[in-house]
């Protein structure tokens, strides 16, 4: 797939899975041994989500997956298609090697084990719930979030997807807030109205570690982001703020964000 325009100057090509996922998804670094870390917040923000009884449906796409999986562990065992998408082939390769199980990939068991845990399962089953995602996630796909057309035209049902997440996606391709919106309404395509979407993303954040370089980001706030939502034709189901514990004044070398959100919406 060809750059776009929002992306070119971003530094998305700087961007090393490896280094990502060892500075924001380490067992340190995932905040797993924190009381209100941010790694157990965003897994339980998306399990209450998907178990309210209003997700419903075949598809679900995640946008801009990155190299990471922790935003699929709920939605795996509601949905029986599950699409995972990014930009850099890098991310997409990453991703396939850890659905294959091939070599000493990334190991995401302590993120598995916690949404076990929220399933009201044993840890142990964590085996059992890598085996669905497996089974389920039946593509890795390249996408645009800055094309009106963000995938190719046959990846999915002309109808589109019944749900859609995206985590720290649009507002890190995005140099400004006209640009994210946009993108907002780029992917809203891939949905069918009356679809749900699950975005969880950084407030206030310039930049992030994505790599050795730093790597821009839009710095957002509630209200904007609300704003985005009404103009690209979502109803707000609930928005909700994640602020990092106070003892943690050591995590701006990798990123310089004042929280995170996590939006339920709904496409009118
Ligand atoms: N969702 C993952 C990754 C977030 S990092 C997580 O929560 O861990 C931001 C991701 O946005 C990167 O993987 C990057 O490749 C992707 N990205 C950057 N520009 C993009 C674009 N134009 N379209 C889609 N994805 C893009």
Redesign the pocket.
């Known amino acids: 797939m060809e750059q776009?325009e929002?992306?070119k100057g971003?530094s998305?090509e700087s961007?090393v899975p490896s280094i990502?996922l060892q500075n924001?998804?380490s067992p340190q670094s995932a905040g797993f041994g924190q009381k209100d870390g941010l790694g157990p917040w965003k897994l339980s923000c998306l399990h209450r989500a998907f178990t309210e009884g209003d997700i419903r449906g075949d598809l679900l796409i995640?946008?801009?997956?990155?190299?990471?999986l922790?935003?699929v562990l709920s939605g795996c065992e509601v949905f029986s298609k599950v699409l995972l998408?990014?930009?850099?082939e890098v991310?997409r390769q990453e991703l396939k090697s850890w659905l294959q199980g091939e070599g000493a990939n990334f190991d995401w068991t302590p993120f598995i084990k916690y949404v076990c845990e929220l399933e009201g399962r044993s840890p142990s089953e964590w085996t059992e719930k890598a085996a669905r995602l497996r089974e389920v996630v039946s593509d890795v796909l390249p996408?645009?979030?800055?094309r009106a057309q963000?995938m190719a035209p046959d990846a999915l049902p002309s109808e589109g997807a019944d749900c859609l997440v995206?985590?720290?996606?649009l507002e890190?391709?995005s140099p400004d807030v006209d640009t994210f919106t946009k993108?907002l309404g780029n992917i809203s395509k891939l949905l069918r109205p009356g679809g749900h979407l699950l975005l969880?993303g950084a407030l206030q954040e310039s930049y992030y570690l994505?790599g050795p370089e730093k790597i821009p980001v839009l710095p957002l706030n509630e209200s904007q982001i609300c704003t985005s939502l009404q103009e690209q034709g979502f109803t707000l189901i609930r928005l909700e703020v994640h602020t990092p514990p106070r003892d943690i004044t050591d995590t701006d070398d990798i990123s310089d964000g004042r929280g995170c959100f996590f939006v339920k919406a709904k496409k009118n």
Do not use: E, R
């Open positions: 776009s929002g992306v971003t998305h961007f990502f924001f998804y995640d946008v801009g997956s990155g190299p990471s922790y935003q998408t990014d930009f850099l991310n996408i645009d979030v800055h963000p995206s985590c720290f996606c890190s391709a993108a969880i994505g």
